[in-house]
């Protein structure tokens, strides 16, 4: 075969091409189906995930039978999947291993990285690859009864629904949803918000089912007669192919359709007939799967305009050029979806293997910037989550130690502690390694950062008082704080994937490294001081032997080191704040909410430190004040997001003002009871 | 008998102790401006949410009284600083000792001094404004965000001999010298924001006006002051000749062409410019985006600076402004029209004291650091020996 003749036969590798001669002998018209419908709710869809690259529901609107029907063959699936594990997928403008993008889908999903005992690796493979098998996971998560009576679905206990239930109400989630979209984004209330939501997720979901349409057996590519099957080389013992199976035969398909173009309908035999019908189907197939959320291909620059953009499988079939340049990498998940719907393990991992290799040449560089082994590891043993459990066995320990005074239980809480703050490290650590910057960049980040902060300073308290009366006021102050501050982690890891891109003016690694991480330092002790001045009320109420007053001298001045510890970075973060502004935006300082409440912190530090040094307070003032510097605190920590004003306002959701308020109250009514028992000298009587 | 010396020590003393210094030094007075300053500052903050940024500041951070939540007189945050920094003043002159354990708190109060010192300067000294520019546009003045002024020049080019009165002298009633045409203008109506429409007021005067605009209406001032559209009514006098009415508002794109003093005169009431002594052409405009998204990483533009014969190649960027002759050009904002060039928007400020921040921070992150090590290390030392 010589030059010009490979390249006329890759030419007839395409689909386009094969209609092209199909259609022109059948004389049918190529016109496919109209999906204008989806374009406005796809918009609103969008603007409510988040995610402007969310694939194009174009497909949804041939409602109700969206997946797959179930054929008569069953279904497999593999319980391992680990292979897969390291596939590349891009989304939110980050290259992520696929169990990342898969906890991350089941959080937006259903709020949680596991269904029932199938981790998010297993759901995501069976939606992907058995798609038909996936409509009754109950993986919707629906917060607001509203919605779920205005769709006219049974109530589920556990507020989760899968999509055969959901799929019925479809049309009136489009409704609302279009509703729900034609009103501007601040006008929009909490069920218009989750309708948009859930509307979002079910088109995803849809999309994501479409990602492997063409290795998927489909109807539309049933071969009965014996001799087309052996003309096209398929295997005999099967009648419903894939689009793929047909693709392998192209060359066998354009050279019957050839030889037909040139004779009349009527001289056709039935085997030209049923590949002509084949050939249609397959141009049809390749021209209306759209866009899948699942980019696992690197699209070459002359897709990508130059930058560098990847695509899922499904968009790849539209366009017949590259349909050829990706042809190893879908052979192999052709193969690797063909396995795992069989059941064949050895085949699957050979499949994801082939691929993985592929890429490895195709996307060296890009492949080469990320650390997906410790991603993997970081996803897979969720380092905060265990040492949340560390610390709530700490504060269990530490009440023990306080009643029994065993200075085993001391040192075996003490150790335990501590091997649960290094997790707590490592996967602060990881974080800065995968992400190559530092360790705070999203409100999610403060959160395990100011606890990591608030631990060391208080275990600095603890290692200083570990002989005296108040041995394990620190470690309890560090024990609260960790397990407080990652329990709020926790909440805001359901929203998804914490490791997001950062818009342009956060995108410096200087300032963000510098003013964040400072400021942050400043939160920690603050609310450190805070904590402990807690601990010097609730003791000073509670009826002491005689060492109760030099515990409760001890814990003073813990209170006024770590205020003026929380002073000094508080100042300097602010400061850095300015200076960052000075830089970004051309002022030093502009009364920004979240300026402003820097700056409250250092104020009412400066305030108490100095009351205290001149004589106007003693140490329950010092302590009430420490309580209400935690208060300014949370108010300069996510109050201000609550303003919608300014700069700063990121990452809030209505459900956290509340908590804040309680929070706030809850501490205000603290301050009255613990200061007015100070005062009329509850717990003053020695035992 | 021997001449009395000045020992600086005792006069600091004596100073010290002196009745009207220990009232102005009383650590009531120091406390109670920090509560005050707290609680301006939150309900500032709460203000802003309402009113805009520009009312809160200038409520909770002039000079004045400000009624918290209509009833609860405090003075205005900048009173509060002034007082604060007296007394910072007088401490460092008389009552800080001089002695090696009180370095920290030297360097500490210096620091807060010169912060306070540079903020004071901003405050009267630091000019913001901004430029914004088409691809190949240049661009040879900045205009301020909400300051207007009423323009008359010869020559479009608004470099050349331009007559301005800025807003401050915008008031109804105001008579105002139009010196270089002999002229005279007397303000009839000054509105800070209002509506413009084509018909006419019944019975009121009829209007010179480029756009057809017949009548002001008076509105309520926009919660962001940006968002106002100010107008004028004005009568313009010459010698031996008729009275014009004239009426511009600030929305207008095209000027009134009048004839003065037999020139011809452009007038118009627009953003405050201010000319600089060099230019700035915009060659490109680049927004980039992290793959696969919208999500902007970063945005940047690329520009000439040319100044008397010569140019050369600049580019801002997020974080890294251009800084030329005292003037600081911020990437601060970009349009991309469709089917036209692609615009860039700098922010750009003068403002004398601006390295001060820089060196009071510093001074005070040594001074803090300084006082905490000596406050720390006896400390860490005597525990040690326990």
Known sequence: ?????????????????????????????????????????????????????????HEAAAMPSLLPPMGNIPVSSLAKVRSLEAVPVLHEGRLKPMITYARHMLLQFSGRTKYEKSSAMQIMSRILFTPEASGDYKIFLINNPEVVQALGVPEEKHRRYSYRQLEKSLPKLEELAQKASATADDKRDLVQKEVLRIFGNLVEFVNLTRSFSFALPNAAYTVRLAETKSQLGLKADQSIFTFWDLMSSAQSIAKVLEGVGERGADQRTPMEQEIISLSQAMYYSSQSLHASPFRI???????????????????????????????????????????????????FDRGIKGY????????????SETKFQLEILYQKTEPFFWSLVAYWLAILGVFGFFLARKTGLYHATL??????YLVHIAGIVSRILIMKRPPVTSLYETFPFVAAVAILAALFIERINRKRASAGIGLLCASMLGMILLSIANRYAADGDTMQMLVAVLNSNFWLSTHVVTVTIGYSACLLAGAIGHIWLIRALIPGDASKGDRLKEISKMIYGTLCFGLLFSFIGTVLGGIWADQSWGRFWGWDPKENGALLIVIWCIVLLHAKQWGYIRNPGLALGAVFGAIVVAMAWFGVNLLNVGLHSYGFTTGAATKLFSYCGGEFLFIVLA??????GWGSRSK | MTAPTLNSKSLRNRLRFNPVTQVCLHPVITLVSLIILFALIFFGTLYQTEHGLFEAQRLYFGYKLVLIGGYFPLPAA??????????????MAVVIPWKWSKLGLWVVHIGIMTLLIGGFITQIMAVESQMTLAEGETGHYTTAYHEYELAFWEEQADTNRVFAYDDTYLRAGQSLELLPYHARLKITAYYQNCDAFNTQATGGPKYINPSNIGMLEQRKPEKEVTQNAPGITLILTEKDKPARDILLYAQELQPLILSLDGKKVFAMLRLKHYPLDFSLKLTDFVKNVHPGTDIPSSFESYADLIQGGSQRPVKVWMNNPLRHEGYTFFQASYAQPKGAAEKSTFAVVTNPGRVLPYVSSLVVFAGLLLHFLIKLIPFVRKEAIR
Not at chain 1, 6 to 22: D, E, I, N, Q, S
Not at chain 1, 307 to 319: F, I, K, N, V
Not at chain 1, 359 to 365: F, L, P, Q, S
């Open chain 1, 1 to 57: 075969v010589n030059v010009s003749s490979r390249k006329y036969l890759l030419r007839l590798l395409t689909p386009a091409f094969l209609v092209t001669v199909g259609l022109a002998i059948t004389g049918a018209s190529g016109q496919v189906m109209d999906n204008d419908r989806f374009d406005s709710l796809y918009k609103a869809s969008q603007d409510a995930s988040g995610d402007p690259h969310m694939a194009n529901p």
């Open chain 1, 297 to 347: 291909l690197p699209a070459p620059a002359s897709v990508s305009g130059g930058g560098p953009t990847w695509q899922s499988p499904a968009e790849l079939l539209a366009s017949p050029d590259q349909l050829q340049a990706f042809h190893d990498e879908l052979t192999h998940w052709a193969l690797a979806v063909s396995a795992y719907r069989s059941g064949n393990q050895a085949d």
């Open chain 1, 356 to 367: 993985l290799a592929a890429m490895d040449n195709r996307a060296y560089e890009q492949l």
């Open chain 1, 415 to 420: 150790y335990m502690f501590l091997a649960g």
């Open chain 1, 675 to 680: 200061g007015l028992g100070v005062k009329l």
């Open chain 2, 78 to 91: 900048s009173l509060v600083l002034w007082v604060m920094c007296i007394q910072l003043a007088i401490t």
